[in-house]
């Protein structure tokens, strides 16, 4: 029988205890061994669990009692559960975590930390799919040369409301606040934060980059508005937050944002709360993995697969590699991505404008691909929308900056980057 | 240094070879031992090889070769490589193999006489996508609910084909075979017997039913005509062979036939070439797994996978559990499985005839969900297409037969299954 402690019985601690109890013979089938839930750390002790098992609130004693085989981390922060982890892994203790924000900044040091003893995280990223064990294991023949994921359900569910009811984006976020999709300050999911650092945990099983959330690209979905998903439609793109990580002839670019990508890609038709994950391996081609990103039960189910693992014996090194994964790759600076670009602006309505916005992306040596003048609300004022060919984020940050200076550009420009 | 022999080097194995080599760094990464293939097995020495290693006609030298520490079989049929599998099962050599085939009949054979020594087949089932490892470690805390699998490519490919631009099935095959997505002989993808194995594979790991192909129903798309493709359209549905293995109340219905699913579903979003198998957990819900089912470089892309995987120590069962997996499970057999159904029926344009159709079918207890009169290309005839509530097989044969006899039905009925 091996004996698990759970460190934060919320909805995913109370799920992992449910399933442990609930779908007990199969996975002990599975298992090769019966695998109980035996402890529970709780910060409020007086607060009612749907949980059938003990609860202490001193987490310490959970590690270290002699009754817990293996620590389930579910706690959420950073600092706190990376004392605790620590604790369990030097004590010899497994561990599993679903803690994306404790892996985005402390995942190479707690490799180093675990050394032998398996540190397993498969729902840290993407909820229930198990794409950490797709990257990990089922890919390890391949280079990898991208990954673009749909990595958060809130800003998904969002985008789809938008692109399919032409609903703003105000009202889509209220509604999703009222179905429970969003929390009341929604700012670590639709800003981006929440699938920056399931990519940063990506990026280091991919390429082996140690980043963190401050070093890359992180933008959100809330400058998205209908007339852009409206836009995107006709030229044949969806505009969809994605994780992107890809090599480059420089090294590796990672960033979150909302992309226009081709609308007939397999990832373009993941819809509502639904994640996906596209990886491109240089000899398997593109593969993609679909499924609940969230929720109790998906996320339990992830957990328990590693415990899973780690009762089977298996585990290798916990990013999945043991020494430098390819010589050589570094992070891109932000400002030395490249990409195509879509920009919006509003302009006052008379002869010359268009010139003088063309020639001030000319001077940045940007080259339009293709451009729509498009009637605005205000009568003496239009639209312009364009897309560029590649060039460096730097050139487009400074061409935006130019347009903005143009007396004739009024100061909101949009720009949503092409990923195709 | 772990060393790799190979039985049969055709377009697999040369790119299995060809990327232990070209991709040595990254695996050696991963794997944290360097892996090198050192010999393999051909049946015609004097053929010229794209593969820069030593061969030999004699599979047993390779296996007993003491230079060898894993064998991975390749050569395609079953009772020759069963023989040479467990002859270095029972060397203690692991094995790594991509032979559906084989895995069809002898799987559970294979898992006995393997016991502790790894048997790993990744490749065996949608080529690159590790549907395997998904299904027998990531979701290894759900009972499985369903399994609807595009597992045949070249089907996939016709089909996608047939449904864009209206052609007939002749011709797409005859397209399919020019560009070398078809045999000369077809009938081992068409007829749905590729995608049987693949699904029998995936019901013993889901569900511990240990079938044969002879067990279950196996039909293939050579009936699909352009009319019930653009019908199935005009009722919301793509048509897909789908390999599907599913819970249901009596045991585990198993069964791989060209199936109407809703066209909003993910995996009827599956075009071209490509691979996806969609699963239900219990716990975590729908996933599905989506990427290239064959080619050399893909295929291989998953036995090194698995050789990674073994190389890092890492094993468990064969099929995913040690001892019996859900008790009571057994195989329904073909003809008490229960489905929804597809009708298309040729008759005579005179009054009564749609009367004594229903009533045929409303006396072999068959109730009508929608129906359709339209137009055919003779005369004097018309064609009505049905499609019924659920109802059982045996109903739904018996009625067809009934048909058949009514001398205002012609000769020919297209059925096909639907699956919500």
Same mark, same amino acid.
Not at 321 to 328: A, H, I, N, P, Q
């Given at each position: 029988m091996v004996k698990v402690g759970i460190l934060g019985v919320g909805t995913v601690g109370e799920s992992v205890a449910k399933i442990l109890l609930e779908n007990a013979d199969i996975i002990e089938a599975r298992a090769g061994r019966k695998i109980v839930p035996v402890l529970g750390v709780v910060r409020d002790l007086s607060k009612k669990r749907n949980v059938d098992i003990p609860l202490t609130d001193d987490p310490m004693a959970l590690i270290e009692s002699a009754e817990v085989d293996i620590v389930v981390e579910l706690?959420?922060?950073?600092e706190e559960p990376y004392r605790l982890v620590r604790k369990a892994l030097k004590e010899k203790k497994p561990v599993v975590t679903a803690n994306k924000a404790l892996l985005a900044y402390h995942r190479y040091e707690l490799q180093e930390i675990a050394g032998e003893t398996p540190l397993f995280y498969e729902a840290s990223v993407a909820g229930g799919i198990p794409i950490i064990g797709a990257l990990r294991n $089922?890919?390890?023949?391949n280079h990898i040369e991208s990954i673009k994921g749909i990595m958060n359900g809130t800003c998904n569910y969002m985008l789809t409301k938008m692109i399919r009811e032409g609903v703003e984006y105000e009202r889509v976020l209220r509604e999703a606040q009222e179905l429970g999709y969003a929390e009341a300050d929604p700012t670590f999911d639709v800003g981006g934060y929440d699938a920056a650092h399931k990519l940063l945990i990506l990026g280091s099983i991919a390429y082996g980059i140690d980043a963190k959330p401050e070093d890359i690209i992180i933008e959100g979905i809330?400058?998205?508005?209908p007339t852009d998903v409206e836009f995107a439609r006709e030229f044949g793109y969806e505009i969809k937050l994605l994780g992107i990580a890809k090599k480059v002839e420089e090294g590796v670019e990672m960033r979150v944002h909302a992309t226009m990508i081709?609308?007939?890609?397999?990832?373009? &038709?993941?819809?509502?709360v639904m994640n996906a994950v596209s990886v491109v391996g240089d000899r398997v081609g593109e593969t993609m993995f679909y499924g609940p990103g969230a929720g109790g039960d998906a996320t339990a189910s992830a957990v328990i697969a590693d415990i899973v693992e780690i009762v089977r014996g298996n585990s290798g090194p916990m990013l999945g590699? &043991? &020494? $430098?994964?390819?010589? $050589?790759l570094h992070l891109v600076p932000p400002s030395k991505i490249r990409s195509q670009y879509y920009l919006k602006l509003k302009v006052i309505d008379r002869p010359g404008v268009l010139a003088a916005v063309t020639s001030t992306l000319g001077e940045h040596g940007i080259s339009v691909e293709s451009m729509l003048q498009k009637p605005s609300r205000l009568a003496d004022r239009v639209r312009l929308l364009f897309t560029t060919h590649r060039c460096r984020e730097s050139e487009m940050k400074g061409a935006i900056e130019a347009l903005k200076r143009?007396?004739?550009?009024?100061?909101s420009v949009t720009m949503i980057r092409i990923e195709k």
């Open positions: 706690m959420g922060g950073v $089922g890919l390890s023949a809330e400058n998205i508005s081709p609308a007939e890609s397999m990832i373009a &038709k993941v819809d509502g590699y &043991k &020494k $430098g994964l390819e010589s $050589g143009l007396d004739v550009v009024d100061d």
